[in-house]
């Protein structure tokens, strides 16, 4: 027990005489960090539960973890499918009939012009989300966005207006959940 007491002790001398020696900028940033009380942040956690190694506020279920991953795979899906499906649609003569030489352009310049949407998007999902809640939010997100996928064949043959259209509305919405 006593060796114990010393060992603490000589822990500690050590630590003060490691922090002398350190320059003065790590000095003050020991000092700082050791003097931080982190504790509070936990107390909004008190007597919560623990879901999938998650500590979780009471009222959250096992179903409320699963969602987000699984609103954000769809998002993800919907906008693969979209890319991938596009390219067929603009090769078909049924529908946008775009020549073989010009299909990189054409489908790289839609990729391109969606950025924008997406990053508006991102951008007023949070404040759409402190007004009409998340739950709807996303849930208006998730729907617009498969509405807008079934339009693109309906936008044949015009790629100009209408495919860049629904194609940048489509990246505003579908980015609104991830």
């Known amino acids: 027990m006593v060796s114990r007491q010393k060992d603490k002790k000589s822990e500690a001398q050590e630590a003060e005489e490691f922090v002398e020696f350190l320059p003065p900028k790590k000095r003050m940033a020991q000092s700082l960090t050791s003097d931080l009380d ?6 909004k956690l008190i007597g919560s539960r623990i879901i999938f190694k998650i500590p979780v506020k009471d009222g959250v279920s096992r179903c409320n973890i699963l969602a987000i991953t699984f609103v954000a795979v769809t998002s993800f899906i919907l906008s693969t499918f979209l890319n991938a499906q596009l390219i067929f ?3 078909n003569p049924d529908f946008f009939g775009v020549p073989k030489d010009k299909m990189g352009y054409v489908s790289g310049m839609l990729s391109f012009v969606s950025t924008p949407g997406a990053i508006l998007g991102s951008i007023f999902a949070g404040y759409f989300y402190d007004i009409f809640g998340r739950r ?3 849930g208006f997100g998730l729907f617009s966005s498969s509405i807008l996928l ?3 064949p309906w936008t044949s043959p015009d790629i ?6 629904v194609r940048i509305a489509f990246s505003m919405f579908i980015a609104v959940p991830i």
């Open 136 to 138: 709807f939010t996303i």
């Open 150 to 152: 079934s339009l693109v």
């Open 38 to 43: 982190f504790s509070h942040f936990d107390e």
């Open 89 to 91: 649609l603009l090769a």
């Open 160 to 165: 100009f207006p209408w495919l860049i259209t």
